[in-house]
């Protein structure tokens, strides 16, 4: 399983971004995917994911009437739609793979730096 996590960018506050997750062959078919993200000096958080079949999605609940998260399996890629991007949206966002079957996301990208500028 290889991911491949890009899209990030320097935007305004205010501003939107898509990110975009592209999966090794059928990952995104197979797998739940995740985006997490990193902040300076902070730890890893979940921000949202979708199930390896498309029909549940999480958010956490500073995004999640500004982010969306969806797939194309066609193209193995899942993408972040984030909206109305605040300061604290500066992070490196990771996209993962989860079996379904696990508890944990043991496949990850390398990261894609997004700053929120004011």
């Known amino acids: 399983v290889q991911l491949q996590a890009s899209g990030g960018g320097l935007v305004q506050a205010g501003d939107s971004l898509r990110l975009s997750c592209a999966g090794s062959?059928?990952?995104?078919?197979?797998?739940?995917i995740g985006w997490f993200r990193r902040a300076p000096g902070k730890e890893r958080e979940f921000v949202a994911s979708?199930?390896?079949?498309?029909?549940?999605?999480r958010y956490r609940d500073s995004v999640k009437d500004r982010f969306a998260i969806s797939k194309d399996n066609a193209k193995n890629t899942v993408y972040l739609r984030m909206n109305s991007l605040k300061l604290e949206g500066t992070a490196v966002y990771y996209c993962?793979?989860?079996?379904?079957?696990?508890?944990?996301?043991?496949?990850w990208g390398q990261g894609t730096q997004v700053t929120v500028s004011s």
């Open positions: 979708i199930t390896w079949s498309g029909g549940s999605e």
């Open positions: 062959e059928r990952t995104v078919s197979t797998y739940a």
């Open positions: 993962a793979a989860r079996y379904y079957a696990d508890t944990t996301y043991k496949y």
